[in-house]
């Protein structure tokens, strides 16, 4: 499992939101982070499909009370790993000391472990939102977790 955030905030903390579907629970889970103070901002990633783009999750955020200083759109990454490289590169991201992933529980280890590979924050912790596990998505993201670390996208372990 990747490492839980703690529930206080330690200094200067950035969130990723990594696209999802377009129900919006990546985007409450960081909402209700900021909300309870342990976020300073919230970087929303990914060029999306379905309804789930950067732009959207964001513009949800803000309709949902995030300041709009508080908000960072990357809006080019089509991938996990583009999510985390390009939103590690944005100014506001790269100083940060510490980094929450936001995503759904099932894809939590790989973007963790892929955040851990492309990001140089010395805390990197992940506050998953809750989503029924099936063995499907276990299946799918083991798979996904051992492509990523054969193509050095992810640390290993």
């Known amino acids: 499992m990747p490492a839980p955030c703690a529930a ?6 950035t969130a990723i939101v990594l696209s999802g579907g377009p129900d ?12 309870a103070k342990q976020v300073d901002r919230i970087v929303f990633s990914g060029a999306g499909h379905g309804g789930d783009s950067a732009v959207r999750l964001a513009r949800e955020a803000v309709r949902l009370g995030v300041a709009q200083k508080d908000v960072i759109v990357e809006r080019a990454a089509r991938s996990t790993y583009e999510n985390l490289a390009n939103s590690c590169a944005l100014p506001g991201v790269r100083e940060a000391a510490r980094l929450v992933i936001v995503t759904d529980q099932h894809h939590s280890y790989r973007a963790y472990l892929t955040a851990r590979a492309q990001c140089r924050q010395p805390e990197i912790c992940s506050a998953p939102a809750p989503v029924p596990l099936t063995a499907q998505r276990r299946r799918s993201e083991a798979m996904k977790l051992f492509a990523y670390q054969l193509l050095g996208r992810a640390a290993w372990w």
């Open 24 to 35: 919006y629970r990546r985007t409450k889970r960081a909402v209700g982070l900021y909300e």
């Open 8 to 13: 206080t905030q330690h200094g200067d903390t």
